[in-house]
């Protein structure tokens, strides 16, 4: 009886172990994977098959210095995105794999044309990360994947330091996830925004301009300084700069604080956007003597200027038929019912705006 038993015991073990190789053999070893540590997605230019797939592909070294990364860059033409990451995998020799996939790039043909194939497909996907980045690439996605950076120390992460705080702190970029823009694009009274990568020959990134889309293509691009006034009002971004003049001198502070809210009120029959800005700032540049007699007028001046620019910045958006800060979205919160939406739509395109803006000198640095 002993001996039946022990004979059953074995016979379960065995199976057991047959059922977990089996179970296994769906699973691939980590040296039998290509990682993708970027995507891009360009047009073709061909009627058949225009979508231009790019992928970039880490190449595992056993060194972590400056210059160390390697990578395979592979690109092919297909009829759509998903045909076209499925052929990518008859010119590798390993499983192409998405789970450390952070960055995707839109190719700026795509951009301004229709975007939405390409965030619906990123959406339907489960191994892509929703943290994962997205911007546009300029001139295309294709080029900005080719670039080897001569610091970078593992595959892609020039571009990983560029969104993450563990990188540069850059006022002029804005960071978009897969998350964020979803919501975006899916929410009343909020539009997306993207950073636009532009590439600096053949040895890094320049990221300062900031694209602002409806719900399927780009209407409008800001430059370098409406980018950095855009993050400051939209995010509160501190780690950022003023810069105005007085008495023909240019000054520049370095921002401490920031805190910018809105509300809208009546005026003259018709609604108005009021938005307050506080800022508290230090000194970086400026000539000598200029607070000899007191920093009241200064920083006067300086709230003068900041509030000029931010009513232009909000009346180019308005123009463009955009809402990348939310002001719909607000509208709607704060008025019930169906109608509320259709009410804002009428209401957005000759929206009265009213900034006032404080700013105060904490310090004129180490100096006086």
């Not at 229709?114 to 959406?123: E, G, N």
């Not at 501190?238 to 910018?260: D, T």
């Not at 607000?330 to 006032?356: C, D, K, M, S």
Request: net charge positive; charged share 25%.
């Amino acid at each position: 009886m002993k001996m039946r038993s022990l004979k059953l015991t074995l016979l379960a073990l065995c199976m057991l172990l047959a059922c977990t190789a089996l179970s296994g053999c769906g699973f691939k070893d980590i040296d039998k994977r290509y990682f993708i540590v970027a995507m891009g997605i360009d047009y073709s230019g061909k009627k058949q098959n225009p979508f231009l797939i790019t992928l970039r592909l880490a190449i595992a070294s056993p060194k972590i210095e400056p210059g160390a990364g390697k990578a395979q860059v592979e690109t092919i033409e297909a009829a759509s995105i998903a045909e076209g990451v499925r052929m990518l995998k008859a010119h590798v020799d390993k499983e192409l794999d998405f789970g450390h996939c952070k960055i995707f790039l839109i190719g700026e043909r795509v951009a301004y044309k229709d975007y939405s194939p390409v965030l619906d497909w990123m959406k339907r996907r489960r191994d892509i990360q929703s943290i994962a980045n997205l911007a546009i690439g300029k001139p295309d996605a294709r080029t900005i994947l080719k670039i080897n950076p001569q610091a970078e120390r593992y595959p892609g992460n020039a571009l990983f330091l560029s969104f993450s705080a563990d990188g540069t702190d850059n006022p002029y970029t804005y960071v978009e996830n897969l998350s964020d823009l979803t919501r975006r694009v899916m929410e009343k009274g909020l539009d997306p925004i993207m950073p636009i990568i532009r590439n600096e020959g053949n040895s890094g990134y320049v990221i300062n301009h900031t694209a602002l889309l409806d719900k399927t293509k780009i209407k409008l691009v800001l430059k370098p300084e409406e980018s950095q006034l855009f993050n400051q009002l939209a995010q509160n971004y501190e780690k950022s700069s003023i810069q105005g003049s007085f008495s023909n001198n240019r000054i520049v502070g370095a921002i401490s604080k920031i805190k910018s809210h809105y509300h809208f009120s009546e005026h003259n029959g018709k609604l108005q956007l009021n938005m307050d800005v506080r800022i508290k700032v230090l000194m970086e540049e400026a000539p000598p003597h200029l607070f000899d007699q007191g920093w009241g007028q200064v920083e006067q001046k300086l709230s003068q200027d900041y509030s000029k620019l931010t009513d232009k910045l909000l009346i180019k958006i308005q123009q463009a038929g955009v809402d990348p800060f939310g002001f719909g979205l607000h509208y709607r919160a704060t008025h019930a019912g169906e109608a509320a939406w259709q009410q804002w739509q009428n209401i957005y395109p000759t929206l009265q705006f009213a900034v006032n803006a404080r700013i105060k000198i904490e310090g004129t640095g180490l100096i006086k």
